[in-house]
């Protein structure tokens, strides 16, 4: 079975500082990965996937996150934080079967302080 | 190119009436998903549709809940005799094959609210 768990529901930044948000996933099968954010009244947009080429991956808006095998993590990172990227982020687990392929996380509230 | 087209935004009905939901997805998207959001809690998977098939409806309620995707026409989540606890915002995506590498294109959603 699959899943995704991502640590920390809300978290804030100042603005200009490292964003990290986590994510963490379980899958018997080799897993394809996603970053998706929510901004307000909308919804999910792709920030990023892994499809197994590349473990560093970047995104739109300076996001990037790393694929660690041994680590079955995905993390989301950014150098300096934007007030823009205040949203809603979500993990996402995708595998090679039939039905339902995508699996969310809880998702992450990113706040950024001026 | 217009993106998958959800309405209405807002629905409200009161407790035992019924509520559709309506999904276009993006041209050429054969493959629609829809989700449930509630705070805190993420986007929970309901139902899984391909041109008049339901594909894997593992997330939905058994009862009160169905979903279809015509050969014409959009996809339709019906919640019959709704209750409070059907209030949520409810999200469909669409990808062109279905496959586990697509990316998923989201709709902004419809917000339920039963009074």
């Known amino acids: 079975a699959q899943s995704v768990t991502q640590l920390g529901s809300h978290v804030s930044v100042s603005e200009g500082a490292l964003v990290l948000l986590r994510c963490n996933y379980s899958?018997?099968?080799?897993?394809?990965l996603f970053w998706y954010v929510q901004y307000p009244n909308q919804g999910l947009q792709l920030l990023l996937k892994?499809?197994?080429?590349?473990?560093l991956v970047k995104g739109i808006n300076g996001f990037e996150a790393e694929f660690k095998k041994s680590e079955t993590s995905f993390h989301l990172t950014k150098p300096s934080a934007h007030m823009s990227d205040a949203a809603e982020y979500f993990c996402?687990?995708?595998?090679?079967?039939?039905?339902?392929?995508?699996?969310f996380g809880t998702g992450t509230s990113l706040t950024v302080i001026p | 190119n217009a993106g998958v087209m959800q309405n209405p935004r807002h629905l409200v009905r009161r407790r035992g009436q019924e509520a559709r939901l309506r999904c276009s997805p993006m041209?050429?998207?054969?493959?629609v998903y829809w989700y449930r959001q509630l705070p805190e809690e993420g986007l929970k998977f309901m139902v899984y549709?391909?041109?008049?098939?339901?594909?894997?409806e593992s997330g939905m309620p058994k009862e009160r809940f169905s979903a279809e995707f015509p050969k014409e026409g959009p996809s339709i989540l019906r919640i019959q005799q709704v209750v409070r606890g059907d209030s949520a915002a409810y999200f469909c995506?669409?990808?062109?094959?279905?496959?586990?590498?697509?990316?998923?294109?989201f709709g902004s959603g419809t917000q339920l609210s039963v009074l």
């Open positions: 996402a687990v995708s595998v090679s079967n039939t039905g339902n392929q995508f699996y």
């Open positions: 899958s018997s099968v080799p897993p394809y």
């Open positions: 892994y499809t197994s080429a590349a473990t």
């Open positions: 549709l391909q041109k008049e098939n339901i594909i894997d």
């Open positions: 041209k050429g998207h054969s493959h």
């Open positions: 995506a669409s990808s062109p094959s279905g496959t586990a590498a697509e990316k998923l294109f």
